[in-house]
């Protein structure tokens, strides 16, 4: 995250269109994530250095619940679940821009810790560093001057405490542009 305020400079120097056009907001989401059940939150900030780019770093805590499978016939396998905090940094592009219904793909990475689910078959409490890139893509509707809904889908691929960490949250949430 050490980069973004080069890279905000940079836009700001380099396409100069950008700040007379720029804005930031605020945004929160929340729901359910694919495969593994569980829910995820998220909220932050964004800048938007011209119409259909935005740069939005946040905090999302997303919570994987414990589930166990009959993989035979006397034998099963767990999952243990958890909860990852993360802080977030993303690029999103809306190539009809935002002023309309439309689009947008997304790209950013993620680090933060996780906290394995402790139950009886897990009774050990351990916290992982966690480290991870997303990317993904998503629908942006206007509700007026500033308002807006937006919904997404994405894909984070990473390493938690040595292991693959994959997770695929849906969100649907509100941004408020000042």
Aim: glycine share 14%.
């Amino acid at each position: 995250m050490r980069f973004m305020p080069g890279l905000l400079v940079f836009l700001l120097v380099g396409y100069p269109s950008a700040a007379h056009a720029q804005s930031f907001a605020v945004h929160a989401s929340a729901g359910p994530t694919l495969i593994d059940s569980g829910y995820s939150l998220a909220a932050g900030v964004g800048f938007f250095p011209d119409s259909p780019l935005a740069i939005l770093v946040g905090v999302e805590r997303t919570h994987l619940s414990t589930e166990t499978s009959a993989e035979g016939r006397d034998s099963f396998s767990t999952f243990r679940g958890g909860t990852l905090t993360l802080a977030a940094a993303e690029l999103r592009v809306a190539p009809f821009g935002r002023d309309r219904v439309g689009p947008y793909g997304l790209v950013g990475f993620a680090a933060g810790r996780s906290r394995p689910n402790v139950n009886a078959q897990f009774p050990e409490s351990v916290t992982n560093d966690v480290r991870a890139a997303l990317f993904g893509g998503g629908l942006y509707v206007p509700l007026g001057a500033r308002a807006s809904l937006f919904a997404d889908g994405r894909l984070m691929i990473g390493s938690e405490g040595g292991e693959l960490l994959a997770v695929a949250p849906i969100r649907i949430g509100l941004a408020w542009r000042f």
